[in-house]
Structure formats: structure tokens, C-alpha cells
């Protein structure tokens, strides 16, 4: 069975940074592709950071790049979102979710998903 397990629930003022982390089992962590998702009150949930299986390529949505840096230890079977500099709109449950080999920022591409955490910027 898998599970992805998120951590790093956080409440920061604006400008500051956070690490979150998403522990993976029941898989071969170092064959799938990790990526962070996240969603605010009231919207879709939104593609924010990708990773490729190995960690060679990593993708960003527009509104996270520069900011943000998503990173993997598959000793580990963990991936990690470092946010910087961040902003309140960066407020949302962010969720981890895994599929094998390739990458993908849409949301139905991803079968197995983490519960999700809050992260809360505040101004």
C-alpha cells in the first residue's frame, strides 16, 4: 500500500521560508516522479514543483520559480519543498503526490496522493 506522509505544517510571516517534507512507502520511491500541488480556500488545486525519478530535472510553476526548490533523497524515500521569500498568497494545504517515470503538472496524472499540509503566510 502506498502513503505519502507530508510534514512541516507551518504558520510564518511573510518573507520568511519554510521546508516541507513528504516521507513516500509501498513503492520504488526512486522510479516515480514527485511533485508538490497545492490548494487555497476556494480554488483548484494547482501544480507548484516537480522532480524527475532520479533528480536530474525539476520543474516550477511561474508563481513559485526562483522561490521555491524542490529536492529528493531516494536513500530517503523522501522529497522536500524548500519556499523562500514567502508571500501570503503562498498560503494553502500543499500536497505531495507520486506517479512513475514521467513528469506531469496535471493534477489527474497523479495516482497516489499525501493528506496534505497547511502552510499559512501571514502579512
Known amino acids: 500500500q502506498v502513503q505519502l506522509v507530508e510534514s512541516g505544517v507551518g504558520l510564518v510571516q511573510a518573507g520568511g521560508s519554510l521546508r516541507l517534507s513528504c516521507a513516500a512507502s509501498g513503492l520504488t520511491f526512486s522510479t516515480y516522479v514527485m511533485v508538490w500541488f497545492r490548494q487555497a480556500p476556494g480554488t483548484w488545486r494547482e501544480f507548484e514543483a516537480a522532480?524527475?525519478?532520479?533528480?536530474?530535472?525539476?520543474f516550477y510553476a511561474e508563481s513559485v520559480k526562483g522561490r521555491f526548490t524542490i529536492s529528493r533523497d531516494n536513500a530517503k524515500n523522501t522529497v522536500y519543498l524548500q519556499m523562500n521569500s514567502l508571500k501570503p498568497e503562498d498560503t494553502a494545504v500543499y500536497y505531495c503526490?507520486?506517479?512513475?517515470?514521467?513528469?506531469?503538472?496535471?493534477?489527474?496524472?497523479?495516482?497516489?496522493w499525501g493528506q496534505g499540509t497547511q502552510v499559512t503566510v501571514s502579512s
Open positions: 522532480i524527475s525519478w532520479s533528480g536530474g530535472k525539476t
Open positions: 503526490a507520486a506517479r512513475p517515470f514521467a513528469v506531469s503538472n496535471q493534477i489527474y496524472d497523479y495516482p497516489y
